[in-house]
């Protein structure tokens, strides 16, 4: 029964590789007929933070470990104090890292309605639950008129209660032969902008089988523009994780 | 769709703060008897927005040049680039160079809440690049067409960037003439991607309440801030959105001036990517 994943990443146009502040985690916990178990996530790095690729990298690992947020928020505390710092980044890095963060476990049995998934986010991140080549779940958001630059995000240093944003979960049941992909939210964008506009962007992603295409559908969609002269993929990290039973 | 060119590494915008060095600034700030002179307001202000903007800038690895800076200073001394030290004489600096050359560190501290919602002293280095410099007449005039130059020529090189935004910060006493002329050239200048922004920030004397972003001259306490206001720039669309989310009524109307208040909001307005909602 055994399920199979793929995942593709890129950095931002003109950056450079070590600039890419998304993250994203795959952990097989078990993997036979009785008993499936995964975790999948993706991260993305705030690029007006810093130090926000380590809390990334933080948030995804810690999923996939079972770590609660306060563990992940001392260990990057204690990674960026052991550093020799200018005034500039200690105080940047005074404020926090900022991530958008979406993990999902995967369970399956012999019993078939064993066989569920549970999503947990912050921020825009998002995944899609495709059958039959139609998304039948978007989480949390399900048009690309919802994104915008500015969502609330878990943050690697304590807030004051009133502004830790709350995880959002949801779940549903998969069946053979169905897929879920997981994006970080420019590409996540791009996906359902390009389903609204009726271009098959699910074709497009099941499509890619290597690194290289991934880059060279990103260049492309990075330098089409629509009909107001703006790019149909916005310039930032892109990450994909696809995941078919 | 103006003001929407990205701004990054190989597409930076520019700064220019013009700074008010005159005698005039000797005279007490925020009140007729206060301790604290406008010169001190002055060199607070272009301290707080240069730190700002290189905190803006800096990424894991440093400080990125996502912005050219220059500052001029206007006074007894004529118009001239207003930094000392190694940056001495430079009249466009990358805000890597300005982030690594403050002339000193001033340790300060502050209050800050921690996580349980106790307020908690923090010591923290604040950067020095400007003293309070208080001398001579007010060439503002002269001070906003050496801005327009430094524009013009940037203008020249990055004819597509997001357009370079000129800060003031006087009494807005201008001793060589009325400036008014000189401002609306140096605010009709544009980028493909939208016009020249021209902001004051007005140091006054005054106890008058502070103002910030009015869109309406009718409710300012003097001529000099009257004229400030109808020198800056009518804010941006999203400017204005954002001037909105802080709780400000706005208005088409709404222009970048402040009286005795902060401007250090227009650095937090610059969109270099994703803002979390929840960063402070």
Redesign the interface.
Known sequence: MSLQYEAFSLQKKDNSEEEYEDAYSIKKLSDSDSNLEYRFSVADGATESSFARIWAELLTEGYSEGSNIEELQKKWSEQIDSMELPWYSKEKAEQGAFAAFLGVSITGGEESDSNRWEAMCVGDCCMFHIRANEIIDSFPLKTSAEFDNSPALLCSKAMPKQSVPEFVTHKGNWLKGDSILLMTDAIASWFLNRIENKIDSIEMVFNLTSQEQFQELVSTERDAKDENDVPLLKNDDVTIVKIRF | ?PY?A?I???HPSCFVFLIDQSGSMQDPFGSLTGTKTKAMGVADAINRLL?NL???C??????RNYYYVSVIGYGGKGVSPAFTGALKGKDMVPISEI??N?AH?EERKRTV???T?NMVEQT??F?IWFEPVSYGGTPMNSAIQKATSNVVNWLAEHPNCFPPIVINISDGESTDGDPFQSAYDLMTLSSSDGEVLLFNLHISSSNHRPIEYPDNPEHLPDQQAKLLFSMSSTLPEYMRNMVEKEGLNVSYNTRGFVFNADLVSVIRFL??????????
């Open positions: 769709m929407i990205e990054s590494r190989t730190q290189v905190i803006k800096t990424k894991s690895e440093g400080i982030g690594n403050p560190l809440e921690d996580a919602g923290f280095k950067p969109d270099i990517g994703t803002r979390p909602s929840n960063m402070r």
